[in-house]
């Protein structure tokens, strides 16, 4: 019973904000990007019927809610969109300025670009998707060969 107060909770906190999330999402170029919202929004989006949810549901839930909220927040202008991150990211890799090999450290490159490392982490998966990056099964984007990439 307090479990489902505390998702109807929830969902009432977050629906006023998933309007604001469809328009993210359909401002978006990003495949990533796009896929988030998609699933911030189901999510969140109350169901049609009555359900018995359990704990685990509740604390999914309330961790979706807060990403999608703080995402918003990122969000707003003037941030820079992820298909912008990804361009920048592909004109340092096309000018060797990230080589064959490298490592991308994603926390200082959030920094240095001055954008939220979930925009970081969306732009290199677009990228992995193009074959530029490769998103190893550690979690680390290492910059392939060209050759691949092309």
């Known amino acids: ?3 489902e107060r505390i998702c109807n909770a929830v969902y009432a906190t977050s629906g006023p904000w998933l309007n604001l999330a469809r328009s993210r999402h359909d401002l978006t170029d990003s495949g990533a990007d796009r ?3 998609v699933a911030w929004i189901t999510a969140l989006t109350p169901p049609e019927r009555s359900v018995n949810p359990d704990y ?7 961790g979706q809610a807060k ?9 707003l202008p003037p941030c820079p969109s992820v298909v912008s991150v990804a361009a920048g990211i592909e004109r340092r890799i096309r000018r060797d300025e990230l080589t064959p090999g490298t490592r991308i450290r994603r926390p200082a490159l959030a920094k240095e670009l001055r954008v939220p490392e979930g925009h970081v982490d969306l732009a290199l998966a677009d990228l992995a998707a193009r074959g530029l990056v490769e998103i190893r099964a550690s979690g680390h984007a290492v910059v392939t060969t060209m050759e691949r990439a092309s």
């Open 1 to 3: 019973m307090a479990i």
């Open 35 to 37: 896929a988030r919202w």
């Open 56 to 62: 685990t549901h509740m604390c999914v839930l309330v």
């Open 67 to 75: 990403d999608m909220l703080v995402a918003l927040l990122q969000t």
